[in-house]
């Protein structure tokens, strides 16, 4: 997952190069999106099912730091940097 993630960056940075952009942010839409279907899946998870209590809850019980998935599937997520979920800056 770490190699996934540090190909989308250096993706990013070279768009960001080849394109002028200082800075960039995900769009709204994008994250809220993301993070439903993060929260569905991880509703199906020990984390919500077992009664667990951790470090990666929020105040609200949401898991934000886990991924629910397959690591096949955020290789594919992470595959191509996609500039149309954010907003230059």
């Keep these: ?3 996934a993630q ?3 960056i250096v993706e990013a940075l070279l768009y960001m190069d ?3 952009i200082r800075t960039f942010s995900v769009k709204q839409s994008a994250h809220d ?3 439903e279907w993060m ?6 998870t020990v984390w919500y ?3 667990c209590h951790s470090w990666y809850q929020d105040a609200k019980g ?3 730091t886990i991924w629910p998935d397959f690591t096949w599937i955020y290789y ?3 595959k191509n940097f996609d500039y149309k979920n954010y907003i230059r800056q």
């Design 33 to 35: 999106k993301y993070n």
């Design 18 to 20: 080849e394109n002028n």
């Design 6 to 8: 540090l190909k989308y």
């Design 62 to 64: 949401n898991v934000t």
């Design 76 to 78: 594919l997520l992470m």
């Design 49 to 51: 099912l077992g009664g």
């Design 39 to 44: 929260q569905l899946k991880l509703k199906k």
């Design 1 to 3: 997952m770490l190699e």
